[in-house]
């Protein structure tokens, strides 16, 4: 099983704003899409948190699925579904056989940062299509805003990620809004979390 020390230290934090959102359909079972799910310690965590909701994990990396199912094993988690291989640059259809209006709740924890335009393009696209109305996609990361990043360690990361691959990079939650309008949802909320980061909750109309 990988370790990812953030994980441990963000997980309860943004699991809050997860039960927050969700706290008026606990009554019923959910289903929820995890991008980019990393080392698995994020939704195993979630799982056991938030038992009404059914996790599929997914990452493009085997190591990380291996982790995944490591944790999986390791837990016992009912609730938690094998990892699947998903590019979400790829068009929705190939989204792991998803098929369209089947999640309730599509999470992106630290993956839009590390996209390419055109994946933060699929993410949208694939939510627009997959999400069931008035599902929410969520995203947790480090934004620009109307282009300005601040403060200067958030210019530091930009730039050192931009050092990484030219096309990664803090994105702009102003593009992301527009994204999100493009593909039938709005930008609901956006919250404050630690060291800058932030949770920003989008629902499909």
């Known amino acids: 099983m990988l370790v990812s020390p953030q994980a441990e ?3 309860e934090d943004i699991c809050l704003v997860l039960e927050d959102v969700l706290e008026d359909q606990s009554h019923r079972q959910l289903f929820a899409l995890e991008l980019g799910s990393g080392t698995g310690q994020h939704v195993i965590r ?3 948190k938030l038992a009404f909701v059914t996790w ?3 990452d493009i990396k085997e190591d990380y699925r291996d982790s995944i ?5 390791a837990t016992h988690a009912k609730n938690v579904l094998q990892p699947v291989h998903l590019d979400a640059s790829e068009p929705w259809e190939q ?8 999640c309730d709740l599509i999470l992106a924890i630290n993956l839009m940062q590390y996209s390419t335009f055109k994946t933060a393009q699929g993410i949208f696209n694939g939510a627009g299509q997959i999400l069931r109305q008035n599902g929410l996609l969520i995203t947790y990361g480090v934004y620009a805003i109307n282009g300005t990043i601040t403060p200067s360690c958030n210019e530091d990361l930009d730039a050192e990620l931009r050092k990484q691959n030219p096309e990664w990079g803090l994105p702009d ?3 992301l809004r527009q994204l999100a309008y493009g593909n039938g949802m709005r930008m609901e909320r956006m919250i404050e979390m630690e060291e800058y980061y932030k949770c920003i909750v989008f629902r499909k109309l």
């Open 9 to 11: 230290r963000n997980w």
């Open 46 to 48: 979630f799982a056991q």
């Open 56 to 58: 599929q994990p997914s």
């Open 69 to 73: 199912k490591a944790y999986i094993a």
């Open 95 to 102: 989204w792991a056989g998803l098929p369209r209006n089947s």
């Open 173 to 175: 939650i102003d593009v």
